[in-house]
């Protein structure tokens, strides 16, 4: 069922399907709910699963301001506290992974676990960065303008106000993430977006995280891979804590 819900000034358009413990699923930038399609929006079936969009994006119209991250998790804290009440399983990939992140860093009440997929705390993290010069992806234009209260004009000053966010927000430091008091799990494609290295150091970063890295897949690894992309999440998202055989990072062995 899908409705509006207004939350610090935007009225922002959500999915809500399923029945059970609440998981929501936040999208990537310049994207929208879709992102989901085929993939993790099957956890329906055992949850019940909210796809909100955040403002300038899918069918939720941009409003003045800018398009950042830390403003993107202020709408999505708003949303939890109006649509959920209470806290959700947040489940964030590319951009929606950096929202989810600082959701949990905000408002650690509201987050029961995370999942960040394809995500980056930092922008050194990005082998490729948001550009506004050239034309973008016909695609990509499309399927901004099928859903865009806004229509395919408006379309340019979105990428914009990404460009410009991503050029003024840098992003986290590791020391931060300590403050994330959920379990994670932290899962990316082998040949990502994000550079390996900065995926393995959020995960150490993180002090209750999970590794997955999906092989012969990249940043796309939602459509790429999404069988395996589904089992990993289902499974942490519905498994409890278990203790692993012969720790060594756990355990609090220096490695290095």
């Not at 909210?50 to 991250?69: I, M, N, Q, Y």
Request: glycine share 10%; hydrophobic share 45%; charged share 20%.
């Amino acid at each position: 069922m899908a409705d509006y819900v207004r939350v610090n000034g935007v009225s922002m358009w959500y999915d809500d399907r399923g029945a059970g413990e609440p998981v929501v699923l936040l999208h990537g930038g310049l994207s929208d709910a879709r992102d989901f399609a085929g993939n993790l929006d099957t956890l329906a079936g055992g949850f019940r699963l909210l796809l909100p969009e955040c403002r300038a994006h899918g069918h939720t119209a941009d409003v003045p301001g800018p398009l950042s991250l830390a403003v993107m998790a202020q709408d999505i804290v708003a949303f939890l506290e109006r649509v959920v009440g209470g806290p959700a399983r947040l489940v964030g990939y590319s951009a929606g992974a950096g929202v989810a992140l600082r959701v949990a860093l905000d408002r650690p009440d509201l987050v029961e676990r995370l999942v960040l997929v394809s995500g980056a705390f930092h922008t050194d993290g990005l082998i490729l960065r948001p550009s506004a010069e050239g034309e973008p992806p016909p695609l990509l234009v499309a399927a901004y303008a099928e859903v865009s209260p806004d229509g395919a004009g408006h379309f340019p000053a979105v990428i914009a106000k990404v460009v410009d966010a991503v050029a003024e927000e840098d992003g986290l430091e590791p020391a931060d993430l300590a403050g994330v008091n959920c379990r994670t799990l932290v899962m990316a494609g082998d040949d990502d977006l994000v550079r390996l290295e900065h995926t393995v150091a959020l995960y150490h970063a993180l002090p209750d995280a999970q590794l997955a890295i999906v092989p012969g897949t990249s940043h796309l690894l939602l459509l790429g891979r999404p069988d395996e992309c589904v089992r990993l999440v289902s499974d942490f998202l519905t498994s409890e804590a278990r203790p692993t055989l012969m720790p060594i990072r756990r355990a609090g062995i220096h490695v290095g």
